[in-house]
């Protein structure tokens, strides 16, 4: 069983950044695929960013250019850097630990822009 701890949410500005941190509790954290989802009030969660084990990185289009995925494997640590943050981006994200099949998810952070 793998654990999962986002931090980093809270409350800016449009226009601010945050960095969202997700620490996993035991390897093999370099052999999976980390990811990144969101999900607004009254909204399905929807993919953010996912970096691959083999260093794939891809992006839902609404976040390109604005957002970095990251990954320390020696920390266990999946970060998201999030700039030019704007109000529809207001969401709980959660982190996604694939391994194989099977997934695990972390509690989820919230992220508010106000306008």
């Known amino acids: 069983q793998v654990q999962l701890v986002e931090s980093g949410g809270g409350l800016v500005q449009a226009g601010g950044s945050l960095r969202l941190s997700c620490v996993a509790s035991?390897?093999?954290?370099?052999?999976?695929?980390m990811a990144w989802y969101r999900q607004a009030p009254g909204n399905q969660r929807e993919l953010v960013a996912v970096f691959s084990s083999g260093g794939t990185i891809k992006y839902a289009d609404s976040v390109k250019g604005r957002f970095t995925i990251s990954r320390d494997n020696a920390k266990k640590t999946a970060y998201l850097e999030m700039s030019s943050l704007k109000p529809e981006d207001t969401a709980v994200y959660s982190c996604?630990?694939?391994?194989?099949?099977?997934?695990?998810w972390g509690q989820g952070t919230q992220v508010t822009v106000s306008s």
């Open positions: 996604n630990l694939k391994l194989g099949s099977t997934n695990y």
């Open positions: 035991r390897s093999p954290f370099s052999i999976s695929t």
